[in-house]
């Protein structure tokens, strides 16, 4: 029942983030809730397209498609760190590009479901201590389960950045702590 609770809250965090910072360039999230089994459900907006991760691997983005992309996420992060959010997940794999009009690298930000809404005093989903995030893309501060902000997501986007005009990682081990030592 607790980690039940733990996941609905999640999904509640979620909603209410993507909600609140008022962007096209944010995955819609319509609905979600429990089923009378217990499981739970999602209700978002229906992405066509591919993950920055593909994008990157494919070489299907040059220089400036790239610059365009990565100011796009900075707009976005943007909006919703003034509203008080931060993502603490930020990678390509949570980067969707759709064609949307004229734009055929549209920027959706997806899995905002460990974001910190800093003035909220978030749950223990996110307290301090607790080490949440995927460690390639994670700062320093997250790493060592400390409390994080807006910087965080900064950095990740520079880890990003990095990768996109690299093609490679900054810091690379063998296990996952071994990164988050990095």
């Known amino acids: 029942v607790e980690r039940s609770e733990e996941i609905l809250q999640r999904f509640i965090r979620e909603a209410q983030a993507t909600n609140e910072i008022e962007s096209r360039h944010i995955c819609e999230m319509t609905d979600f809730g429990q089923l009378p089994g217990g499981a739970f459900y999602v209700v978002m907006e229906l992405l066509d397209g591919m993950s920055l991760t593909r994008a990157l691997r494919e070489k299907r983005l040059d220089r400036a498609a790239i610059i365009h992309v990565f100011r796009q996420i900075a ?21 969707v590009l759709i064609e949307d009009e004229s734009d055929p690298f549209f920027v959706k930000l997806v899995d905002f479901g460990i974001a910190k809404i800093i003035r909220a005093k978030a749950t223990n989903l996110t307290e301090t ?12 501060e997250q790493a060592r389960g400390d409390d994080v902000d807006h910087r965080s997501d900064i950095y990740a986007i520079g880890i990003m950045m990095y990768r996109a005009f690299t093609g490679k990682l900054p810091f690379v081990a063998d296990t996952q702590m071994g990164v988050l030592t990095r």
């Open 129 to 140: 201590g607790i080490i949440l995030g995927t460690p390639y893309y994670m700062s320093p």
């Open 75 to 95: 707009e976005t992060l943007d909006r919703a760190h003034k509203v008080g959010i931060v993502h603490r997940d930020l990678k390509p794999d949570n980067v």
